[in-house]
């Protein structure tokens, strides 16, 4: 059995508490990689969006980057609050939209890029 080389986004799922961020494999469930938030406590509310997670915890922001949860950037939002925040981009949500809401908005957005010629 020949061990993989690179990890890809693909191949992990990610886990988070204590302000910790816990990158598993998503076939074996070991530990890739782990990360501490140097700042805030508690539950971190964790979006993968596309190739960076961001990371809240008690009103800190942090952009890792997912393969190797090395940290990009971050953002203290300094007077903007704390307690668990909604994350939301582009490319996903941190709160769970219901299947039939998701399917209305996949169908909305194909049918507008049917009507306008655009494709996304």
């Not at 969006?49 to 961001?54: A, K, V, Y």
Request: hydrophobic share 40%.
């Amino acid at each position: 059995m020949s061990l993989k080389s690179e990890v890809t986004l693909g191949d992990l799922v990610f886990v988070g508490f204590n302000k910790q961020v816990i990158a598993l494999d998503r076939y074996t469930g070991d530990i890739v990689w782990d990360w501490k938030a140097p700042q805030g406590s508690g539950f971190p509310a964790i979006l993968v969006d596309g190739d960076r997670i961001i990371v809240s915890v008690q009103g800190y922001t942090y952009c890792l980057e997912p393969t190797t949860g090395s940290q990009v950037w971050f953002n203290e939002l300094k007077g903007k609050g704390t307690r668990t925040p909604n994350l939301a981009s582009l490319r996903g949500s941190s709160s769970q939209m219901p299947a039939h809401a998701k399917l209305a908005a996949d169908a909305a957005a194909a049918s507008q890029s049917t009507i306008t010629g655009v494709h996304t």
